[in-house]
């Protein structure tokens, strides 16, 4: 797959259908998987573009701006004017270039202060009074924060106008290496790498559905809309899970679902506008039985709503957002019957407003008396916290308990102290 061929005056990575398919929806890391060994001489400077994106992105959102800094201008050295001028040579990543120019701009006024700090850092040279990488940083901490802020926010938007431009002209991007029997004209049937793959093809490209079987008997399905704005994978992965995600360009509407994705049949299904770095929609996890674990709501990567369930799939805690910005948390009894009922607030204490117990009597009127909390029953374990509330709030020591499921065994396995709501040191 490192091979490169001609197209007019540039070069652009050899790929063939069926391993581009594959790859879907993500198409663009089929590039990166390309270039990652070597960059070939005479590259597509549209191509190069997506290279350079792709290590921004990587290191802006695993780490911030300033892994980025560390990783990639100070490590690699070079002009780092190029990769700005690199990115902008591709109009699909046009979203992106602001946030590259402002990060490059920050750098070019701390580069020379912030290449002195790190060296003096690599040779255990930080403690002579010389400030360090973070306070050189310090002045623009709030810009650099913004603006990450900014890019998590329109990653989504970025990434997938990239990738709807690679499946609106794949030509465009890639050097479509010929397969024996493959000629991209109606329903055609190879064997290739072990597994026999069916692809549908239209006007010269595979619409699909597209079957790709794998060596182990699994396979790859992969269709299109015939506009190309809508595309559906589903794929297999280890320990036999399967992921099916979908996307529409225009409206970046998305979702996915990931059955068995720890091995033991629970599954994550995701109906969202995002597959990026911020959630928007609803989420929910799945046991083994198909019963709902948990399900969320987000909107725009804020937590609005979430449900905890029992195994038998009753209600077993709600949180949610309140008008005033705190965490209104409410649990149940496993049958329904209301349980505690209090508020995280931005503080970090906890006031409960209700404490009632499995057969309806209050325990703590006017927030003064004893909770008793059941946490969680997972795992053949029953879980729960005890203690004193003043005025609704902790205080005083606080254990947690955990038991068989029919309340034999119990044991210690935590305490703390609060004072008012406030959790004390250890």
């Given at each position: 797959?490192?091979k490169?061929?001609?197209d007019?005056?540039?070069?652009?990575?050899?790929?063939?259908w069926?391993t581009?398919?594959?790859?879907?929806?993500?198409?663009?890391?089929?590039i990166?998987?390309?270039?990652?060994?070597?960059?070939?001489r005479?590259l597509?400077p549209?191509?190069?573009a997506?290279?350079?994106?792709?290590?921004?992105?990587?290191?802006?959102?695993?780490?911030?701006?300033?892994?980025?800094?560390?990783?990639?201008?100070?490590?690699?050295?070079?002009?780092?004017g190029?990769v700005?001028a690199?990115?902008?040579?591709n109009?699909?990543?046009?979203g992106?270039?602001?946030f590259?120019?402002?990060v490059?701009?920050?750098?070019?006024t701390?580069a020379?202060?912030?290449?002195?700090a790190?060296?003096?850092?690599?040779?255990?040279?930080?403690?002579?009074?010389?400030?360090?990488?973070?306070?050189?940083?310090?002045?623009?901490?709030?810009r650099?924060?913004?603006?990450?802020?900014?890019?998590?926010?329109?990653?989504?938007?970025?990434?997938?106008?990239?990738?709807?431009?690679?499946?609106r002209?794949?030509g465009?991007?890639?050097?479509?290496?010929?397969?024996?029997?493959?000629?991209?004209r109606?329903?055609?049937?190879?064997?290739?790498?072990?597994?026999a793959?069916?692809l549908?093809?239209?006007?010269?490209?595979?619409?699909?559905?597209?079957?790709?079987?794998?060596?182990d008997?699994?396979?790859?399905?992969?269709?299109?809309s015939r506009?190309?704005?809508?595309?559906?994978?589903?794929?297999?992965?280890w320990?036999?899970?399967?992921d099916?995600?979908?996307?529409?360009?225009?409206s970046?509407a998305?979702?996915?679902?990931s059955?068995?994705f720890?091995?033991?049949?629970?599954s994550?299904?995701?109906?969202?506008r995002?597959l990026?770095?911020?959630?928007?929609?609803?989420?929910?996890?799945?046991?083994?039985?198909?019963?709902?674990?948990?399900?969320?709501?987000?909107?725009?990567?804020?937590?609005?709503r979430?449900?905890?369930?029992y195994?038998?799939?009753?209600?077993?805690?709600?949180t949610?957002?309140?008008p005033?910005?705190?965490?209104?948390?409410?649990?149940?009894?496993?049958?329904?019957?209301?349980?505690t009922?209090?508020?995280?607030?931005?503080d970090?204490?906890t006031?409960y407003?209700?404490c009632?117990?499995?057969?309806?009597?209050?325990?703590?009127?006017?927030?003064?008396g004893?909770?008793?909390?059941l946490?969680?029953?997972d795992?053949?374990?029953?879980?729960w916290?005890e203690?004193?509330?003043?005025?609704?709030?902790?205080?005083g020591?606080v254990?947690?308990?955990?038991?068989?499921l029919d309340?034999?065994?119990?044991?210690?396995t935590?305490?703390?102290?609060?004072?008012?709501?406030?959790?004390?040191?250890?």
């Open positions: 797959m490192g490169t061929t001609t007019h005056t540039h070069h652009l990575p050899a790929i063939d069926p581009l398919l594959r790859r879907a929806p993500f198409f663009s890391a089929a990166i998987d390309a270039l990652c060994e070597e960059m070939p005479g597509a549209h191509v190069r997506v290279f350079d994106f792709d290590l921004f992105d990587a290191q802006v959102s695993n780490g911030g701006v300033d892994q980025y800094f560390r990783n990639v201008l100070l490590e690699r050295g070079g002009d780092p190029r700005p690199s990115i902008a040579h109009p699909a990543l046009a992106a270039l602001p590259v120019d402002e490059h701009a920050i750098w070019r701390i020379p202060a912030y290449t002195a790190a060296e003096r850092e690599d040779d255990d040279e930080g403690d002579d009074g010389a400030p360090d990488c973070d306070a050189i940083l310090a002045p623009h901490a709030e650099i924060e913004a603006l990450q802020q900014r890019f998590f926010a329109a990653h989504h938007a970025i990434r997938q106008a990239l990738e709807a431009d690679i499946v002209a794949p465009h991007y890639f050097a479509m290496a010929a397969v024996p029997g493959l000629r991209g109606g329903i055609e049937h190879v064997v290739q790498g072990g597994g793959h069916r549908r093809f239209d006007d010269g490209f595979p619409v699909g559905p597209n079957t790709l079987e794998n060596e008997g699994s396979c790859d399905v992969v269709w299109f506009d190309r704005t809508l595309v559906q994978a589903e794929t297999s992965g320990a036999g899970n399967r099916r995600r979908w996307i529409h360009y225009p970046q998305s979702g996915s679902w059955f068995n720890n091995g033991e049949g629970e994550v299904r995701q109906d969202s995002s990026g770095l911020t959630q928007h929609g609803v989420q929910e996890f799945l046991r083994a039985d198909g019963r709902v674990a948990n399900s969320a709501v987000y909107w725009h990567g804020q937590e609005l979430q449900e905890f369930f195994p038998d799939g009753g209600l077993q805690l709600l949610e957002r309140t005033e910005g705190n965490e209104r948390h409410q649990r149940h009894w496993p049958g329904g019957q209301p349980h009922d209090s508020v995280l607030q931005a970090g204490r006031r407003t209700r009632l117990d499995a057969e309806g009597r209050d325990l703590a009127p006017g927030g003064n004893r909770l008793v909390e946490l969680s029953l795992d053949g374990m029953r879980q916290r203690g004193a509330l003043v005025a609704g709030y902790l205080h020591p254990v947690r308990m955990a038991s068989h309340g034999t065994g119990a044991r210690e935590e305490r703390r102290n609060f004072d008012h709501g406030q959790a004390q040191d250890w």
